[in-house]
């Protein structure tokens, strides 16, 4: 797109184009990307990963897509996992919806119980 933006400044410039016009163009290829870019995000994984001192280990991944539909109707996905169920509610399920229409990429929850199980929560 910076090329495609760089054409349009040319333009300007060379007085083919005025501003009211480039800014419209340039408006218009930054509304093309969006959609591109959210939907390379929501392909992506949401990925919950459990670590037991007694080895009771779940890794779950669901698309993303899926995953913002659940949050949304109510449904905690950690509760419906019976092993990890006792760690639904260190899960800030808010936090998760911000981070996924925000876009984020990598860890976005990191919860370390007592007795050293760990829960992590990922986009990628």
Do not use: C, W
Not at 1 to 21: C, T, W
Not at 75 to 99: R, T
Not at 106 to 115: A, W
């Amino acid at each position: 797109m910076k090329d495609e933006i760089a054409k349009v400044i040319a333009m300007l410039q060379e007085g083919k184009i005025n501003s009211d016009e480039a800014g419209e163009l340039i408006s218009a290829l930054k509304e093309e990307e969006a959609p591109a870019s959210t939907e390379n995000y929501l392909n992506k994984m949401f990925k919950v990963r459990i670590s037991s001192e007694t080895r009771d280990n779940v890794n779950v991944n669901i698309p993303i897509k899926l995953v913002k539909t659940l949050l949304k109707m109510g449904h905690g996905i950690a509760s419906n996992i019976p092993q990890a169920s006792k760690y639904a509610e260190d899960i800030d399920v808010d936090l998760i919806l911000k981070a996924i229409d925000n876009e984020i990429d990598g860890k976005i929850v990191d919860v370390k119980s007592s007795n050293g199980d760990i829960v992590a929560v990922y986009i990628e």
